[in-house]
């Protein structure tokens, strides 16, 4: 997961990290970087069909409030919420991390919220601390500002994570607490 430029320059980054380790992830990477607008544009498009399920799902917002979209192919639509995520993702330093346990890709997404701030639930990281939209970045021509990326799927993160990372700089671990969380008996807790 990466904490954007706008959870940075909120001072939001501790806030993000401690409801991962509050939930029992376990911090593996970080890297604190000013992103190249290429490592970006590599990062979204390491899954092939991003840039036209991201268009599809744009015209289908469009769409929804009654607004013409700027195009209705996919791709292009596409292509110009890349653009602006670009923009965005490169216009300042961001935290990359990554975490680790059961099901941590679901658990990141779940405690960050839907990707429009105004939509997010109260309690994810994105509805408790953003109130942007997809209207008021349109309006602006910009990215919608959510604190946050997460991984959309084990194999998302896998590829993301080699694009942020390489091998030695994943630190291999124990926590006490992962007697706790993983241990069937809770062998060797009572003395």
């Known amino acids: 997961m990466i904490v954007k430029p706008d959870g940075v320059q909120r001072s939001l980054i501790g806030e993000v990290m401690g409801r991962y380790e509050r939930i029992g992830l376990k911090l593996v990477g970080l890297k604190f970087v000013l992103a190249s607008r290429d490592t970006i544009e590599k990062h979204y498009t390491v899954n092939p069909e991003w840039k036209k399920n991201v268009g599809q799902k744009s015209i289908e917002s469009y769409n929804k409030k009654g607004i013409e979209p700027p195009t209705k192919d996919a791709v292009e639509a596409g292509e110009k919420v890349l653009e602006k995520l670009a923009n965005f993702m490169s216009s300042g ?21 839907s990707t429009e701030p105004l939509t997010s639930d109260v309690g994810t990281i994105r509805g408790d601390f953003v109130m ?42 124990n926590l006490v607490q992962e007697k706790i969380l993983y241990d069937v008996d809770l062998d060797g807790i009572i003395e």
């Open 93 to 113: 330093p961001v935290v990359a991390m990554v975490w680790q346990g059961a099901h941590a890709v679901e658990v990141v997404r779940k405690l960050v919220g």
């Open 132 to 173: 942007d939209s997809y209207q008021m970045a349109d309006a602006d021509g910009r990215a919608v500002r959510n604190i946050v990326h997460a991984s959309g799927s084990k194999e998302e993160a896998e590829k993301e994570i080699g694009l942020w990372f390489s091998e030695d700089e994943l630190i291999k671990y």
